[in-house]
């Protein structure tokens, strides 16, 4: 089958191959037919080492596809199935997933660097994150296969797997954002547009977006911002709108910058939460004074602390209702030197889509 390889940690590109098999699915695994993948910055965050990945192997995470195979003890799913794809699918009985935490499920994440997904003849490759969506099938565990009704489109399906529920879960299951609430978002791609639609949902009545691309500010406001600017426009605005500071701020991009802007721009006793991915040796410094004086919170927001079965179903049910639009997110196709927006798709169906999508210049 056709994959995007990417042969060593660092490559600015991926090769295309037509020669990848996946392993056969185990008794507790499935195989999918991938249909659309989303373009997630965590995957050119993979290739270039600032998230553990391994090589060569095979990138993409946000995914979605038909069942084609399952294995002995699966019996949620049948082949024909559609699903979405999770790279943290819950094991069920480990201790994060019993005190209801379960994306911080470590049990599939830790196997998915020791068990490789794909061959190449007798060589082995990874699955980036334990799934490798930039393929036309994948081999993953049944937890992390969630069902969708046939007529949810596959790039709905696959918009949702990661982004939508990082974004969304953000604000209602991690933040909690009460309605009323002055919220601001800094970061504008596809994640923190998934963050202003959850600021939306959840009644926040001053949504400020920040972003030093100020084509995005548009964007931002048609999916919800009440206001757009720059860094550097910043502090005017809160002066008229939040004297205060904001109930919450959220970083969606993951340096120490943005994050300490946030919590320079949380109010105190707000809430400053962490969606963006980040370097292991990237450090943010804080006094021992402030932390103890300004009482905020500084929340992490892994997967948008999701429960993967019940926030996919429930994002399908704001969809279908009107409010939140997938749709419009979709139909913003991004060419590849806009893949920090996060919200371009590739049909793995198409040899020259995935070129055009995968190949970095």
Known sequence: MRAAVLNAIGDDRL???????????????VRIRVRASGVCHSDLSAMDGTLPALAPGVVGHEGAGEILQVGSAVEHLAPGDHVTVSFVPPCGACPSCLRGEPNLCAVHAIAAFTSPRFR?????????????????????????????????????????????????????????VTPGSTVVIIGCGGVGISVIQGARLAGATTIVAVDPVVGKHDIAKRFGATHATTPEGLEELKQTVATEGFDYAFDVVGIPATIRSAWDNARRGGSVVIVGAGKGDAMVEFSAQELFLHDKKILGSFYGSSHVHRDTARMLAFWRAGLLDLDGMISRKLEFGDINDGLALLRTGSTDVIRQVVTIA
């Open 15 to 29: 090769e295309m191959r037509d020669d990848v098999t996946t392993v056969d699915p185990g008794p507790h695994e």
């Open 120 to 176: 190449i003849g007798d060589t082995p490759l990874f699955g980036y994150a334990g799934l490798g969506t930039f393929a036309e099938e994948v081999v993953v565990p049944a937890a992390g296969a969630i069902k969708v009704d046939p007529e949810v489109p596959f790039e709905t399906a696959a918009l949702i797997a990661c982004g939508v529920l990082t974004g969304v879960g953000a604000v209602l299951n991690t933040a909690r």
